[in-house]
């Protein structure tokens, strides 16, 4: 069993900066890829950026140059940071791990709001 807690969600101005956590715990053997969706109202979740147990990244279109994900081994944490944040990043953002046996945990969610 695997389980994600993710935490630095919160209200944030325009422009301003947030970073989320997600620590991960319980039988992690092999990990795929460590990464970070998100869900606006009415909307379906959508990637926000993935890594790689290469350390490659991936990020979606809306959140390049904005956006880094980052990981740490040791800890069994990835890190999103997020600066230059706008309005449409407002959105519950969820961890999710993969694994190389085909499993596929997530986090709780985490509120990201965008707003002045």
């Known amino acids: 069993q695997v389980q994600l807690v993710e935490s630095g969600g919160g209200l944030v101005q325009p422009g301003g900066s947030l970073r989320l956590s997600c620590a991960a715990s319980g039988s992690i053997f092999s990990i795929k890829t460590m990464g970070w969706y998100r869900q606006a109202p009415g909307k379906e979740r959508e990637l926000v950026a993935y890594r790689t147990s290469g350390s490659s990244t991936n990020y979606a279109d809306s959140v390049k140059g904005r956006f880094t994900i980052s990981r740490d081994n040791v800890k069994n944490t990835v890190y999103l940071q997020m600066n230059s944040l706008k309005p449409e990043d407002t959105a519950v953002y969820y961890c999710?791990?993969?694994?190389?046996?085909?499993?596929?945990?997530w986090g709780q969610g985490t509120q990201v709001t965008v707003s002045s």
């Open positions: 999710n791990i993969k694994d190389t046996w085909g499993g596929d945990y």
